[in-house]
């Protein structure tokens, strides 16, 4: 069946050093892929998403890679800050599906 | 525009209890789905609906039904409570489905089962 898998579970950084979150997928059909933050007692929000037809995406200190042939993609934060603490999940779908698989999450932890 | 509600925010029900959630999606979003979040399972999807249809459903028992009316407001419905089923319960709405539009959450509803 479909599965996203999220690695690391945990992640602690020093304030300004960069974060790397990667997800691998199962189902080649899925081609939208996005990431959620979700901080302590708060609704996840969406940060990025890629889509298929695209390899890399970049908003100010986020960025995303996709690469299909392995079925991996990424989150980078460059320049962590305090406030980037929070649950990061990827997630996969395809058209269609009307829904969307969710990694197992990666607590984020930026030493000030 | 205001964001996706849900209600009640906190539920306290004992075991072989029913209990009915309700979201409310933004204004002109017609597509609701519905997720489990847990600390061991993560975030797992429930069903989702498209004006008043259900698309797409989950890995979950049949005690988890949900429904949705003509004004895209949307009901999940859990029979038969069991302690397993204490979790945060979010919806999410978007203009036509997760594949295609951003999806946004709302705040979700604690149910504890005792």
């Not at chain 1, 800050?81 to 990827?90: G, H, L, N, T, W």
Request: net charge positive.
């Amino acid at each position: 069946g479909e599965n996203v898998e999220q690695h690391p579970s945990t992640l602690s950084v020093q304030e300004g050093d960069s974060a790397v979150i990667k997800c691998t997928y199962s189902d080649s059909a899925s081609n939208y892929f996005p990431w959620y933050k979700q901080e302590l007692g708060k609704r996840p929000q969406l940060i990025i998403d890629i889509r298929s037809n695209v390899g890399e995406k970049k908003d100010q200190r986020i960025a995303v890679t996709l690469n299909k042939t392995a079925k991996h993609f990424s989150l980078h934060i460059t320049e962590t800050q305090p406030e980037d603490s929070a649950v990061y999940f990827c997630a996969a779908s395809m058209d269609s599906s009307y829904k969307l698989i969710f990694g197992s999450g990666t607590r984020l932890l930026v030493r000030p | 525009k205001a964001g996706v509600t849900q209600t009640p925010r906190y539920l306290i029900k004992t075991r072989g209890q029913q209990v009915t959630l309700s979201c409310s999606p933004i204004s002109g979003h017609r597509s609701v789905s519905w997720y489990q979040q847990t600390p061991g399972q993560g975030l797992q999807f429930l069903f989702e609906y498209f004006s008043e249809t259900q698309r797409n459903k989950g890995n979950f028992p049949g005690r988890f039904s949900g429904r949705q009316f003509s004004n895209s407001r949307s009901e999940m419905n859990v029979s038969t409570l069991e302690l397993g089923d204490s979790a945060l319960y979010l919806c999410a709405s978007s203009l036509q489905g997760s594949s295609y539009n951003e999806q946004f959450f709302g705040p979700g509803t604690r149910l504890t089962v005792l």
